[in-house]
Protein backbone atom coordinates (compact mmCIF):
# COMPACT_ATOMS: atom_id res chain seq x y z
CA UNK A 1 0.00 0.00 0.00
CA UNK A 2 2.71 2.38 1.19
CA UNK A 3 4.38 2.00 -2.57
CA UNK A 4 1.58 2.30 -4.02
CA UNK A 5 0.69 5.76 -1.99
CA UNK A 6 4.26 7.20 -3.00
CA UNK A 7 3.93 6.82 -6.73
CA UNK A 8 0.34 8.73 -7.01
CA UNK A 9 1.82 12.40 -6.58
CA UNK A 10 4.28 11.65 -9.21
CA UNK A 11 1.44 10.34 -11.33
CA UNK A 12 -0.11 13.83 -10.52
CA UNK A 13 3.20 15.56 -11.27
CA UNK A 14 3.40 14.12 -14.68
CA UNK A 15 -0.34 15.37 -14.94
CA UNK A 16 0.79 18.58 -13.65
CA UNK A 17 3.42 19.02 -16.83
CA UNK A 18 1.23 17.63 -19.56
CA UNK A 19 -1.75 20.12 -18.62
CA UNK A 20 0.45 23.05 -18.17
CA UNK A 21 1.93 22.92 -21.31
CA UNK A 22 -1.35 22.38 -23.37
CA UNK A 23 -3.91 23.65 -21.09
CA UNK A 24 -2.42 27.15 -21.75
CA UNK A 25 -0.73 26.65 -25.22
CA UNK A 26 -4.28 25.52 -26.38
CA UNK A 27 -5.66 28.70 -25.24
CA UNK A 28 -3.00 31.73 -25.90
CA UNK A 29 -4.50 32.62 -29.14
CA UNK A 30 -6.85 35.40 -27.12
CA UNK A 31 -4.23 37.19 -25.81
CA UNK A 32 -3.73 40.23 -28.23
CA UNK A 33 -6.51 41.61 -30.46
CA UNK A 34 -4.00 42.43 -33.15
CA UNK A 35 -3.77 39.46 -35.50
CA UNK A 36 -0.08 39.80 -36.59
CA UNK A 37 1.25 40.66 -33.01
CA UNK A 38 -1.42 37.47 -31.79
CA UNK A 39 0.50 35.31 -34.22
CA UNK A 40 4.08 36.57 -33.46
CA UNK A 41 3.18 36.69 -29.98
CA UNK A 42 1.83 33.44 -29.52
CA UNK A 43 4.75 31.67 -31.66
CA UNK A 44 7.17 33.49 -28.78
CA UNK A 45 5.26 32.56 -25.83
CA UNK A 46 4.69 28.72 -27.16
CA UNK A 47 8.70 28.97 -27.50
CA UNK A 48 9.27 30.08 -24.33
CA UNK A 49 7.96 27.49 -22.36
CA UNK A 50 9.93 24.51 -24.45
CA UNK A 51 13.18 26.25 -25.39
CA UNK A 52 13.41 26.71 -21.62
CA UNK A 53 12.54 22.58 -20.92
CA UNK A 54 15.00 21.65 -23.96
CA UNK A 55 17.46 24.15 -22.12
CA UNK A 56 17.07 23.24 -18.85
CA UNK A 57 16.48 19.30 -18.26
CA UNK A 58 19.62 17.81 -18.64
CA UNK A 59 20.78 20.02 -16.32
CA UNK A 60 18.28 19.48 -13.82
CA UNK A 61 18.44 15.79 -14.21
CA UNK A 62 22.10 15.85 -13.60
CA UNK A 63 21.08 18.27 -10.58
CA UNK A 64 18.37 15.53 -9.07
CA UNK A 65 21.30 13.04 -8.87
CA UNK A 66 23.81 14.96 -7.07
CA UNK A 67 21.05 16.55 -4.12
CA UNK A 68 18.46 13.83 -4.84
CA UNK A 69 15.55 13.65 -7.15
CA UNK A 70 12.62 14.78 -4.16
CA UNK A 71 14.00 18.24 -3.14
CA UNK A 72 14.59 18.97 -7.29
CA UNK A 73 10.77 17.59 -7.44
CA UNK A 74 9.49 19.53 -5.08
CA UNK A 75 11.44 22.68 -5.71
CA UNK A 76 10.38 22.59 -9.30
CA UNK A 77 6.42 22.24 -8.43
CA UNK A 78 6.70 25.11 -5.80
CA UNK A 79 8.36 27.02 -8.75
CA UNK A 80 5.43 26.14 -10.95
CA UNK A 81 3.09 27.52 -8.60
CA UNK A 82 5.24 30.14 -7.97
CA UNK A 83 5.57 31.33 -11.52
CA UNK A 84 1.70 30.70 -12.41
CA UNK A 85 1.22 32.94 -9.34
CA UNK A 86 2.89 35.74 -10.80
CA UNK A 87 0.46 36.60 -14.03
CA UNK A 88 -2.77 35.88 -11.37
CA UNK A 89 -1.30 38.91 -8.96
CA UNK A 90 0.01 41.10 -12.05
CA UNK A 91 -2.82 40.74 -14.88
CA UNK A 92 0.15 41.86 -17.35
CA UNK A 93 1.10 41.30 -20.75
CA UNK A 94 4.55 41.17 -19.79
CA UNK A 95 3.97 39.47 -16.49
CA UNK A 96 2.52 36.43 -18.54
CA UNK A 97 6.06 36.20 -20.48
CA UNK A 98 7.71 35.82 -17.07
CA UNK A 99 4.94 33.11 -16.06
CA UNK A 100 4.92 31.33 -19.12
CA UNK A 101 9.29 31.33 -19.06
CA UNK A 102 9.01 30.51 -15.25
CA UNK A 103 6.54 27.84 -15.91
CA UNK A 104 9.25 26.16 -18.61
CA UNK A 105 11.68 26.12 -16.07
CA UNK A 106 10.01 24.74 -13.18
CA UNK A 107 8.69 22.18 -15.61
CA UNK A 108 12.11 21.38 -16.37
CA UNK A 109 13.26 20.37 -12.65
CA UNK A 110 10.13 18.59 -11.92
CA UNK A 111 9.31 16.23 -14.86
CA UNK A 112 13.39 14.51 -15.29
CA UNK A 113 13.03 14.16 -11.30
CA UNK A 114 9.65 12.68 -11.65
CA UNK A 115 10.61 9.97 -13.73
CA UNK A 116 13.61 8.85 -12.09
CA UNK A 117 11.80 8.72 -8.87
CA UNK A 118 9.58 6.18 -10.71
CA UNK A 119 12.45 4.11 -11.65
CA UNK A 120 14.38 4.80 -8.60
CA UNK A 121 11.22 3.61 -6.26
CA UNK A 122 10.13 0.41 -7.90
CA UNK A 123 12.17 -2.88 -8.82
CA UNK A 124 13.24 -3.58 -12.86
CA UNK A 125 10.72 -6.27 -12.48
CA UNK A 126 7.74 -3.67 -12.35
CA UNK A 127 9.10 -0.62 -14.27
CA UNK A 128 7.12 -1.68 -17.39
CA UNK A 129 3.69 -1.03 -15.25
CA UNK A 130 5.50 2.05 -13.43
CA UNK A 131 6.49 3.72 -16.72
CA UNK A 132 3.00 2.98 -18.48
CA UNK A 133 1.05 4.11 -15.23
CA UNK A 134 2.97 7.41 -15.25
CA UNK A 135 2.36 8.01 -19.27
CA UNK A 136 -0.65 7.33 -18.99
CA UNK A 137 -1.45 10.33 -16.63
CA UNK A 138 0.67 12.42 -18.52
CA UNK A 139 -1.61 11.50 -21.51
CA UNK A 140 -4.59 12.34 -19.55
CA UNK A 141 -2.85 15.63 -18.91
CA UNK A 142 -2.26 16.47 -22.83
CA UNK A 143 -5.96 15.18 -23.45
CA UNK A 144 -7.67 17.18 -20.78
CA UNK A 145 -5.93 20.55 -21.25
CA UNK A 146 -7.02 22.01 -23.83
CA UNK A 147 -11.01 20.99 -22.74
CA UNK A 148 -10.35 22.43 -19.35
CA UNK A 149 -8.54 25.43 -19.90
CA UNK A 150 -10.77 26.49 -22.79
CA UNK A 151 -13.55 26.05 -20.24
CA UNK A 152 -11.17 28.35 -17.35
CA UNK A 153 -10.36 30.67 -19.90
CA UNK A 154 -14.10 31.09 -20.71
CA UNK A 155 -15.33 31.41 -17.23
CA UNK A 156 -12.78 33.36 -15.64
CA UNK A 157 -9.87 34.43 -18.63
CA UNK A 158 -6.35 33.56 -18.27
CA UNK A 159 -5.99 34.70 -14.62
CA UNK A 160 -8.21 32.04 -13.65
CA UNK A 161 -6.11 29.57 -15.60
CA UNK A 162 -2.70 30.42 -13.83
CA UNK A 163 -4.56 30.71 -10.82
CA UNK A 164 -5.87 26.74 -11.19
CA UNK A 165 -2.01 26.19 -12.02
CA UNK A 166 -0.61 27.73 -9.40
CA UNK A 167 -2.97 25.41 -6.75
CA UNK A 168 -2.50 22.68 -8.85
CA UNK A 169 1.23 22.86 -8.00
CA UNK A 170 1.19 23.51 -4.85
CA UNK A 171 -1.21 20.89 -4.11
CA UNK A 172 1.14 17.91 -5.72
CA UNK A 173 4.12 19.49 -4.28
CA UNK A 174 2.17 19.34 -0.71
CA UNK A 175 1.48 15.59 -1.57
CA UNK A 176 4.79 14.65 -2.85
CA UNK A 177 6.48 16.32 0.24
CA UNK A 178 4.03 13.98 2.43
CA UNK A 179 4.24 10.72 0.42
CA UNK A 180 7.40 10.62 -1.93
CA UNK A 181 10.52 9.17 0.10
CA UNK A 182 13.69 10.90 0.47
CA UNK A 183 15.81 8.57 -2.26
CA UNK A 184 19.06 9.96 -1.55
CA UNK A 185 21.82 10.49 -4.18
CA UNK A 186 23.09 7.65 -4.09
CA UNK A 187 27.33 7.16 -4.14
CA UNK A 188 29.12 7.42 -7.47
CA UNK A 189 32.35 7.44 -9.60
CA UNK A 190 33.94 10.72 -10.87
CA UNK A 191 32.54 11.00 -14.25
CA UNK A 192 34.59 12.94 -16.92
CA UNK A 193 33.02 14.73 -19.81
CA UNK A 194 34.49 11.56 -22.01
CA UNK A 195 32.63 9.34 -20.02
CA UNK A 196 29.66 10.93 -20.16
CA UNK A 197 30.24 11.47 -23.97
CA UNK A 198 30.58 7.69 -24.25
CA UNK A 199 27.36 6.82 -21.92
CA UNK A 200 25.12 9.11 -24.12
CA UNK A 201 26.51 7.84 -27.09
CA UNK A 202 26.01 4.24 -26.95
CA UNK A 203 23.16 2.05 -28.58
CA UNK A 204 21.57 1.38 -24.81
CA UNK A 205 20.60 4.93 -24.39
CA UNK A 206 20.67 6.13 -28.36
CA UNK A 207 18.49 3.63 -29.79
CA UNK A 208 15.00 4.24 -26.65
CA UNK A 209 15.67 7.80 -26.82
CA UNK A 210 15.73 7.89 -30.31
CA UNK A 211 12.02 5.86 -30.47
CA UNK A 212 11.13 8.87 -27.84
CA UNK A 213 11.49 10.98 -29.76
CA UNK A 214 10.23 9.98 -32.36
CA UNK A 215 6.88 9.48 -30.85
CA UNK A 216 6.76 12.63 -29.43
CA UNK A 217 7.19 13.73 -33.11
CA UNK A 218 3.97 11.81 -34.68
CA UNK A 219 2.25 12.67 -31.54
CA UNK A 220 3.02 16.41 -32.13
CA UNK A 221 2.15 16.04 -35.91
CA UNK A 222 -1.15 14.08 -35.59
CA UNK A 223 -2.63 16.50 -33.13
CA UNK A 224 -1.25 19.71 -34.82
CA UNK A 225 -2.02 18.48 -38.79
CA UNK A 226 -4.54 15.97 -38.57
CA UNK A 227 -7.29 19.03 -37.89
CA UNK A 228 -5.99 20.54 -41.02
CA UNK A 229 -6.37 17.20 -42.81
CA UNK A 230 -9.80 17.47 -41.98
CA UNK A 231 -10.76 20.80 -42.54
CA UNK A 232 -9.00 20.60 -46.03
CA UNK A 233 -11.04 17.30 -46.88
CA UNK A 234 -14.30 19.50 -45.52
CA UNK A 235 -15.13 18.09 -42.19
CA UNK A 236 -16.30 19.84 -39.47
CA UNK A 237 -14.61 20.75 -35.72
CA UNK A 238 -16.51 18.16 -33.98
CA UNK A 239 -15.19 15.44 -36.45
CA UNK A 240 -11.53 16.95 -36.09
CA UNK A 241 -11.76 17.37 -32.32
CA UNK A 242 -12.91 13.75 -32.44
CA UNK A 243 -9.80 12.62 -34.48
CA UNK A 244 -7.47 14.42 -32.15
CA UNK A 245 -9.34 12.54 -29.03
CA UNK A 246 -8.99 9.18 -30.43
CA UNK A 247 -5.06 9.62 -30.69
CA UNK A 248 -4.59 10.99 -27.36
CA UNK A 249 -7.38 8.49 -26.00
CA UNK A 250 -5.34 5.23 -27.21
CA UNK A 251 -2.04 6.66 -26.52
CA UNK A 252 -3.38 6.99 -22.62
CA UNK A 253 -5.18 3.10 -22.96
CA UNK A 254 -1.97 1.74 -24.62
CA UNK A 255 1.23 2.31 -22.39
CA UNK A 256 -0.22 0.57 -18.99
CA UNK A 257 -1.26 -2.26 -20.80
CA UNK A 258 2.03 -2.32 -22.83
CA UNK A 259 3.90 -1.91 -19.30
CA UNK A 260 1.57 -5.00 -17.94
CA UNK A 261 3.30 -7.13 -20.92
CA UNK A 262 6.51 -5.90 -20.36
CA UNK A 263 7.18 -6.78 -16.66
CA UNK A 264 5.02 -10.24 -17.31
CA UNK A 265 7.45 -10.96 -20.23
CA UNK A 266 5.13 -11.15 -22.85
CA UNK A 267 7.34 -8.23 -24.59
CA UNK A 268 10.28 -6.93 -25.09
CA UNK A 269 11.54 -3.94 -25.16
CA UNK A 270 13.37 -4.42 -28.43
CA UNK A 271 10.42 -5.72 -29.99
CA UNK A 272 8.20 -3.48 -28.49
CA UNK A 273 9.57 -0.78 -29.64
CA UNK A 274 10.34 -1.64 -33.08
CA UNK A 275 6.57 -3.05 -32.98
CA UNK A 276 5.38 1.04 -31.72
CA UNK A 277 7.68 2.47 -34.50
CA UNK A 278 5.76 0.20 -37.57
CA UNK A 279 2.39 1.44 -36.25
CA UNK A 280 2.73 4.97 -36.39
CA UNK A 281 4.50 5.10 -39.66
CA UNK A 282 1.52 3.34 -41.03
CA UNK A 283 -0.58 5.79 -38.73
CA UNK A 284 0.94 8.47 -40.51
CA UNK A 285 0.96 6.65 -43.67
CA UNK A 286 -3.16 6.53 -43.81
CA UNK A 287 -3.16 10.07 -42.84
CA UNK A 288 -3.05 10.92 -47.03
CA UNK A 289 -6.23 8.97 -46.90
CA UNK A 290 -9.41 10.82 -48.12
CA UNK A 291 -12.43 11.34 -45.66
CA UNK A 292 -12.90 10.56 -42.21
CA UNK A 293 -11.65 7.24 -41.93
CA UNK A 294 -8.39 7.94 -42.88
CA UNK A 295 -7.86 10.44 -40.14
CA UNK A 296 -9.55 7.97 -37.68
CA UNK A 297 -7.09 5.32 -38.72
CA UNK A 298 -4.55 7.32 -38.53
CA UNK A 299 -4.86 9.01 -35.01
CA UNK A 300 -5.70 5.45 -33.86
CA UNK A 301 -2.69 3.68 -35.24
CA UNK A 302 -0.35 7.14 -34.31
CA UNK A 303 -1.79 6.83 -30.57
CA UNK A 304 -0.75 2.98 -30.34
CA UNK A 305 2.44 3.31 -31.64
CA UNK A 306 3.56 5.93 -29.37
CA UNK A 307 1.53 4.54 -26.55
CA UNK A 308 3.63 1.85 -26.87
CA UNK A 309 6.46 3.45 -27.65
CA UNK A 310 6.59 5.71 -24.39
CA UNK A 311 6.65 2.77 -21.49
CA UNK A 312 9.03 0.51 -23.09
CA UNK A 313 11.15 3.38 -23.76
CA UNK A 314 11.43 4.87 -20.38
CA UNK A 315 11.98 0.94 -19.32
CA UNK A 316 14.64 0.56 -21.38
CA UNK A 317 16.33 3.72 -20.44
CA UNK A 318 16.13 2.88 -16.99
CA UNK A 319 17.08 -0.94 -17.26
CA UNK A 320 20.67 0.41 -18.43
CA UNK A 321 21.37 3.45 -16.49
CA UNK A 322 22.77 2.68 -13.27
CA UNK A 323 20.83 4.48 -9.89
CA UNK A 324 23.44 6.96 -8.68
CA UNK A 325 23.19 8.74 -12.89
CA UNK A 326 18.81 8.09 -13.34
CA UNK A 327 18.33 11.69 -13.23
CA UNK A 328 20.73 12.31 -15.98
CA UNK A 329 19.63 9.82 -18.21
CA UNK A 330 15.99 10.81 -17.74
CA UNK A 331 16.95 14.63 -18.20
CA UNK A 332 18.72 13.67 -21.26
CA UNK A 333 15.84 11.33 -22.57
CA UNK A 334 13.36 14.02 -22.18
CA UNK A 335 16.00 16.54 -24.13
CA UNK A 336 14.97 14.37 -26.93
CA UNK A 337 11.77 14.28 -26.75
CA UNK A 338 11.57 18.07 -26.45
CA UNK A 339 13.48 17.78 -29.80
CA UNK A 340 10.99 15.32 -31.46
CA UNK A 341 8.24 17.43 -30.17
CA UNK A 342 9.55 20.67 -32.12
CA UNK A 343 11.15 19.22 -35.04
CA UNK A 344 8.48 16.77 -36.22
CA UNK A 345 6.07 19.82 -36.99
CA UNK A 346 8.95 21.66 -38.36
CA UNK A 347 9.62 18.76 -40.56
CA UNK A 348 6.36 17.77 -41.77
CA UNK A 349 5.39 21.67 -41.98
CA UNK A 350 8.67 22.97 -44.17
CA UNK A 351 8.28 19.79 -46.91
CA UNK A 352 4.37 20.65 -46.87
CA UNK A 353 4.64 24.24 -47.83
CA UNK A 354 6.68 22.95 -50.77
CA UNK A 355 4.78 19.16 -51.55
CA UNK A 356 1.51 19.35 -49.85
CA UNK A 357 0.53 17.85 -46.27
CA UNK A 358 0.56 14.37 -47.70
CA UNK A 359 4.29 14.44 -48.59
CA UNK A 360 5.17 15.36 -45.03
CA UNK A 361 3.08 13.08 -43.37
CA UNK A 362 5.12 10.41 -46.13
CA UNK A 363 8.41 11.56 -44.87
CA UNK A 364 7.78 11.66 -41.53
CA UNK A 365 6.46 7.92 -41.85
CA UNK A 366 9.40 6.53 -43.65
CA UNK A 367 12.12 8.26 -41.31
CA UNK A 368 10.31 6.46 -38.39
CA UNK A 369 9.87 3.12 -40.40
CA UNK A 370 13.66 3.37 -40.95
CA UNK A 371 14.56 2.65 -37.28
CA UNK A 372 13.32 -0.84 -37.21
CA UNK A 373 15.13 -1.40 -40.79
CA UNK A 374 18.19 -0.65 -39.40
CA UNK A 375 17.81 -2.07 -35.72
CA UNK A 376 17.08 -5.10 -38.30
CA UNK A 377 20.03 -4.91 -40.48
CA UNK A 378 22.43 -4.42 -37.54
CA UNK A 379 21.20 -7.42 -35.49
CA UNK A 380 21.00 -9.82 -39.27
CA UNK A 381 24.82 -8.49 -39.40
CA UNK A 382 25.55 -9.16 -36.25
CA UNK A 383 24.20 -12.82 -36.35
CA UNK A 384 26.36 -13.38 -39.66
CA UNK A 385 29.68 -12.10 -37.49
CA UNK A 386 29.20 -14.45 -35.28
CA UNK A 387 28.18 -16.98 -37.49
Known amino acids: ?16 TAFGAHGIAANLGGFSDDAVTSLLVLGALLALYDGAEVLLKPLFGT ?50 SASALVARLNPSAKHGRAFGSYGFYKSIGYTLGPLLGGVLVWVGGLRLLFAVMALLGLAVAVWAAIDVPSAPPLPKARQTVLDLVRRLTD ?90 LGILLAAALIGAGTGLITPLGFAALAAATPQERMGQTMGAAELGRELGDAGGPLLVAAIATGAGLATGYTALAVLIALGPAVAFAVRAARLRQRA
Do not use: E, H, N
Not at 1 to 16: E, V
Not at 82 to 101: E, F
Open 203 to 292: LAFLAPTAALAAATAALSVGVGFLPVTGRLDGLGPVATGAAVSVLAACAAVVQPTAGRALDAGRLTPSRGIAAGLLLTAVGLACAVLPGL
Open 63 to 112: LADRIGARPVLLGGLLGFAAASATYVIADSPAWLWVARLGQGAAASAFSP
Open 1 to 16: MRSKRQMWPLYAAGFT
